[in-house]
């Protein structure tokens, strides 16, 4: 693994433990060359998947992107760290668990709109005035009826 701080192809790992219910390994590791130390986190990934766009675009599928959309909408929100990571570990697995190796960004958007449900309603509006294009506030109103009308 690379030092993120001098970019040494060289690092040691000093500890090692399972995280998010030993589904990942963290692990602890020292750059000897600057003393840098950092972690990184070991996932299982089942295959890569390739992200179709609706400008027909193909891109492969980032959990980083995922995550950083679902933390945008959580911003400023009480929520459970692990809670969250909890949901996009269950989004990321059900994609790889699909047995589709192209997945639409229309589908991935439906579940994290699910995920955000069960979680926080205001990040679960924030998300979808992005997903669905929200242009104007008779947008949120008609979106936030429909979800008064789903309750």
């Known amino acids: 693994m690379r030092c993120p701080y001098c970019q040494s192809e060289d690092t040691q790992v000093k500890d090692s433990r399972p995280a998010e219910d030993g589904a990942v390994i963290r692990r602890r590791r020292v750059c000897p060359d600057c003393g840098g130390r950092f972690t990184t986190f070991e996932r299982v990934q089942l295959r890569d998947l390739v992200v179709t766009k609706k400008s027909g675009r193909r891109t492969p599928f980032d959990r980083d992107k995922l995550e950083r959309s679902v933390q945008t909408a959580l911003r400023k929100r009480q929520i459970d760290p692990q809670r969250v990571e909890r949901m996009i570990s269950g989004i990321v697995r059900q994609l790889e668990s ?54």
Do not use: C, P
Not at 112 to 130: H, K, Q, T, W
Not at 133 to 139: G, L, V
């Open 98 to 151: 699909s047995g589709e190796s192209e997945v639409s960004s229309s589908t991935i958007g439906r579940l994290v709109m699910e995920g955000l449900m069960n979680i926080d309603e205001v990040a679960y509006v924030r998300f979808a005035s992005v997903y669905q294009d929200f242009q104007k506030a008779e947008d949120f109103e008609g979106f936030l009826r429909e979800m008064d009308r789903q309750d």
